[in-house]
C-alpha cells in the first residue's frame, strides 16, 4: 500500500479484467432497456415517464423531478433518439428524482410510485442543519421486491438482516448517517442468494486487514462508504464474491483523488464507486475503479443549482446517473454525481 499524505491506494499486482464479451454486453443493454421499455400511460402527468420521444398524451418525455420548494416538476425532452419516437426498442433508461426532501415527503413519494414498476435506484441521506434529508433515484424495474429499513439503530438493522438473509434477501442499498452523534442506518434488500460479508463502523485499519485477507478469497467491494462520527473515520463495507481487477484510493484530497483518475482513465479503468466525507471541514474522496471502456462524466462538489443545470444539459445528450452524492461542508449542501450513456446501469 502506497501512501500520499492521507490519501491511500492500492493496486492489486494481478488485475482480472472482469470484462464480458461483446456479445454478452449487447445482451445487457437489451434486457436493461427492456426493463424502462414499458411506460405507463396513466393520465398522472406527475408520474409520467418515457424512455424516447414518443407521445403519449400526458407531458413531453423525460424526468420528473422533486424539488422540496417547488413540488414535482418536468425534466427536458428525451432526445437520444434526435426527437424521433422509437418503435423498435428503447436505448435509454428513464428515471425519477427526489433532492432534499423529508422522510414523509419521500414515503409519499415512494408509496405513489412502487404500483407503478419504479423501484430504488440510488437512495442517499445527509443531515442538513439538524434535519434528515433524503435524495432518491427511481428507475423501472417492473416486479422487482424490495424491502427497506429507514434511520434505524445497527441492532435494528442487524436484526433484521439476519431474519431476512435466511429468506433469501440480500442487500441492494446500504448507508450510515449520524444524526445527533447517534450512528442510523438505512438498507434496502431485494431478492437473491448470492454470498456477503460485511463490515459495519470499523476503522481503516480494520476494514483493510478484511480487504487483505479477503481479496485472495475471491471477495470483491460491493458496496464503501466512510463516515466520521466524534473525529474518527469508520467504514462500512460489503463484499462479494468475484474476480475482477478493482483499484481503490481511500481519504484523498480532490487534488489526490482527481491525479489518480485521470492517470486511470487512459488504462482502462472507470469508476465502481465514489463517496465523499468530511473531516475537520476537508472533503475526502473514497474511490474505487474497475477495468472498462464506457463513458463517464461526473460533477464534483457542486451546488444543487449547478448539479441541475448540468443534468438537465447531460439529460438531453442521452446520459443518465450512475451515481450521486450528497454532504454537507460549512453547513453548505454539494454533490458529487457521475453520469454513463443512458443504458448502462448501475452494477450490481
Known sequence: MAETGDCQRMIEMTRHSGQAAPGVWAAIDEEVGKAAADPADNHQPAWDEAVDDCPDGDVPSGSWIYLSSFGWIPGVHDNTLAGACSTTGYTSLSELQDYGVTYSQYRSHYDQLWPQGWRLYTLDTYVSNGQVLYNAVWRPYGNTPEIQLYGTSYAAFRGKYDQLWSQGWRLYILQSYVLNNQVLYNAVWRPGNVGETQDYSVSYAQYRADYDRLWPQGW?????????????????????????????????????????????????????????????????????????????????????????????????????????????????????????????????
Open 220 to 348: 470483491r467491494l460491493y458496496i464503501l462508504q466512510s463516515y466520521v462520527l466524534n473525529g474518527q473515520v469508520l467504514y462500512n463495507a460489503v463484499w462479494r464474491p468475484g474476480q475482477t481487477g478493482e483499484i481503490q484510493a481511500y481519504g484523498c484530497s480532490y487534488s489526490e483523488y482527481r491525479y489518480q483518475y485521470d492517470q486511470l482513465w487512459s488504462q482502462g479503468w472507470r469508476l465502481y464507486l465514489l463517496q465523499s466525507y468530511v473531516l475537520n471541514g476537508q472533503t475526502l474522496y473514497n474511490a474505487v475503479w474497475r477495468p472498462g471502456n464506457s463513458g463517464e462524466t461526473q460533477v464534483y462538489g457542486w451546488p444543487y443549482a449547478d448539479y441541475r443545470r448540468q443534468y438537465d444539459t447531460l439529460w438531453a445528450q442521452g446520459w443518465r446517473l450512475y451515481s450521486l452524492e450528497t454532504y454537507v461542508v460549512n453547513g453548505s449542501v454539494l454533490y458529487n454525481a457521475v453520469w454513463r450513456p443512458g443504458t448502462l446501469d448501475r452494477p450490481l
